[in-house]
């Protein structure tokens, strides 16, 4: 391992080495190729929860800034409600 240009190999990937390299920095990364990297790795399914997730995240913060907590209350009693008159209308008799 000289500082000459032989191939070092590592991981079955072949690095040329040289003495002669600049020191580049490294290119900013905006919050895109950060969410890129991180969640790149993540299966498909995985993925679209975390996205479900945080859109359902954004309606309720949303619904309290428009309705207020009392009025965002309401509004799932409401939804509760009639997904179980629904569900009792949709039993065979």
Not at 61 to 82: D, E, N, P, Q, W
């Amino acid at each position: 391992m000289s500082r000459t240009n032989q191939p070092v190999h590592t991981a079955g990937a072949e690095v040329v080495r040289s003495g002669r390299g600049r020191h580049r920095r490294p290119a900013r990364t905006n919050w895109t190729g950060l969410a890129e990297r991180v969640l790149g790795g993540w299966p498909m399914t995985l993925r679209v929860a975390l996205l479900l997730v945080i859109l359902l995240a954004g309606c309720m913060v949303g619904l309290v800034v428009v309705l207020g907590f009392t009025g965002t209350a309401c509004v799932a009693g409401i939804s509760v409600l009639f997904r179980v008159a629904n569900r009792r209308a949709a039993q065979p008799i």
